[in-house]
């Protein structure tokens, strides 16, 4: 009996013994097969490694088409690598094939372009007393890039000072960082004072920018001004941008009813809250 007991212990420790091997092989398979999945092969030419998630940020190096990289962690469009000479820093997400690229679905992770429209020396559309459309479009640009922030979001501005800068340059911002967003802020105008009311949202490319038209439109249902609705715009900001991109009028500005809401911080704040909201609903939909 005593024998049989030795025999017995002796067969459950060679047992444990290989499953213990076992486990250690699949665990060592696992981690070459997941560190095989996250090495990736350069699409483009020539892609830059970066000293952060944007362009922005200093070149660190070159990579080149075909070179593979080791994904370690994903932030915007943009990916933690190290490469074949263990180099580490961030390469744009649109380097690599399709199926490897981030996929945004809130806004905190999303990257975009906050346009105030008009700057220096063009003023923008007037009020009756000649207070300027460019004014007031980066009150509300800065409102609304400050609440994307808060949120964690990439945003980049078109410009935050009273500075002209041209339209091609506008949407050309956006098709560089590849935004998930474009929107351009505006008052409108009527040929004759005080005979045009409301806000309107406008798109160009329906298949891309349709859905974030209406989706931020719906926010402006409760707001002090009519909502006239979404339309076709055929503005350059919009039409020229690769990426979703909207054109916003929140008023007309030659309207004394809609410019006493436009200037004041009330209604800026209002509407700087609507587009975060709808913001945040386009992206989790």
Not at 27 to 54: C, D, E, H, W
Not at 141 to 149: D, M, N, P, S
Not at 257 to 282: A, E, M, P
């Amino acid at each position: 009996m005593k024998n049989q007991n030795k025999y017995f212990i002796y067969k459950n420790r060679r047992n444990l013994f290989l499953i213990a091997i076992v486990i250690i092989l699949v665990i060592i398979l696992a981690a070459k097969t997941f560190g095989y999945l996250q090495q990736v092969l350069i699409m483009t030419p020539r892609t830059s490694l970066r000293n952060g998630p944007g362009t922005e940020y200093s070149r660190k190096s070159t990579l080149k088409k075909d070179q593979r990289v080791t994904i370690i962690r994903r932030k915007y469009h943009w990916i933690y690598v190290k490469d074949a000479n263990n180099n580490f820093g961030w390469i744009a997400d649109w380097s690599l094939a399709k199926n490897y690229r981030n996929k945004i679905n809130n806004v905190a992770n999303a990257t975009i372009v906050i346009d105030p429209g008009h700057g220096g020396a063009d003023s923008g559309a007037l009020s009756t007393t000649g207070k300027m459309e460019k004014t007031y479009t980066l009150k509300v640009a800065r409102k609304v890039v400050a609440k994307l922030r808060a949120k964690g979001t990439k945003v980049y501005m078109t410009r935050n000072s009273n500075k002209y800068v041209g339209l091609s340059d506008r949407s050309a911002l956006s098709n560089r960082v590849h935004a998930d967003v474009f929107i351009s802020f505006h008052f409108d105008s009527s040929p004759v004072a005080n005979d045009a009311s409301g806000v309107t949202t406008y798109y160009y490319h329906k298949k891309r920018s349709y859905r974030l038209a209406k989706t931020i439109n719906s926010e402006f249902n409760t707001l002090s001004l009519d909502n006239r609705g979404v339309d076709l715009g055929d503005f350059l900001v919009i039409r020229d941008n690769k990426f979703p991109a909207i054109l916003l009028e929140m008023g007309y500005i030659n309207s004394d009813r809609d410019f006493l809401q436009i200037k004041s911080n009330s209604y800026q704040n209002t509407i700087s809250s609507d587009v975060v909201t709808g913001l945040t609903k386009y992206f989790e939909n």
